[in-house]
């Protein structure tokens, strides 16, 4: 079932075994021996992707429901074992609203659990997670994923954080090439060169070193400094945002472990993706 949903989710094979992190033939067999099981055709096929038959449109809500009470059950045996606690580490966004809702969302589902908030900076791009401090992390991606289980959430498309006086504010977008010119702000040494690559739009940059979102846009306001942001978000009359056209979206992902069973942690992840999805 939980194969069924990835595919009735992503629409797409791969994306759907690559969420699942399988290979896909695999995932297609399963597929296929669940319609031989059900006597129904659940997917129409195309060279571009699926879509959902009205059969498998059923099965998707009844799906979702048998899971979400598999993951109640497991949440309960947990929490008579006394694990029913889980620390959630959350990198720059907590204002999301998509945070809000699926904070309602699961205390809904999951009520009497103790869930404990790490807010992060932006030295590790998942709030601690390889080091134990929290059971997972709603972050954004890229970063070295190794040993690591990434569900993307959503994209967002990114711009550049400008003094508001400044000649290039007044532009509708921008291309990287028109920065080069600029200091960008720098991760502390031994930050995840992935995430230090992205930020710095896949170039190697100079520029003053930050560790939080405020000294980020306090390093634009003082310096000149070039930061990039996700666009939607709130800023200072001083600062303006324009959007790059040539960068790649931001993914909002939630994260943890490889081979984590936690049924907390997975139920989490879970209501994560319905939660961004709205």
């Not at 945070?99 to 992060?120: F, N």
């Not at 929290?134 to 711009?159: H, I, Q, S």
């Amino acid at each position: 079932m939980r194969y069924f949903v990835a595919v009735a989710e992503e629409l797409h094979f791969g994306r759907a075994a690559t969420r699942l992190h399988m290979s896909q033939p695999p995932l297609s067999r399963a597929i296929k021996r669940l319609e031989a099981n059900v006597g129904a055709l659940l997917f129409t096929r195309s060279p571009t992707g699926v879509t959902l038959t009205p059969m498998g449109a059923v099965l998707l809500d009844e799906a979702r429901a048998l899971l979400d009470h598999a993951d109640r059950v497991r949440v309960r045996v947990s929490a008579a074992a006394g694990a029913a606690t889980i620390t959630v580490g959350i990198l720059g966004d907590s204002t999301d609203p998509a945070v809000s809702r699926l904070a309602a969302a699961y205390r809904r589902t999951h009520p009497g659990i103790d869930i404990r908030i790490r807010d992060t900076d932006l030295t590790d791009p998942t709030c601690g997670l390889r080091t134990g401090l929290v059971d997972v992390a709603l972050t954004r991606a890229p970063f070295d994923e190794t040993a690591l289980a990434v569900r993307a959430l959503r994209t967002d498309p990114v711009g550049v954080v400008l003094r508001a006086d400044d000649p290039l504010a007044r532009r509708d977008r921008l291309r990287l090439a028109e920065l080069s010119d600029r200091p960008w702000f720098q991760f502390p040494r031994g930050t995840d060169p992935i995430w230090q690559s992205y930020w710095n739009g896949g170039t190697p940059r100079e520029g003053p070193v930050v560790r939080a979102v405020q000294e980020c846009l306090h390093a634009v306001l003082w310096n000149g400094t070039v930061g990039l942001a996700p666009l939607g978000h709130d800023l200072p009359a001083e600062l303006a945002v324009v959007p790059l056209i040539d960068m790649v979206p931001s993914r909002v992902v939630a994260v943890c472990n490889e081979g984590d069973t936690n049924p907390l942690i997975r139920s989490f992840i879970e209501i994560a993706a319905a939660a961004y999805r709205h």
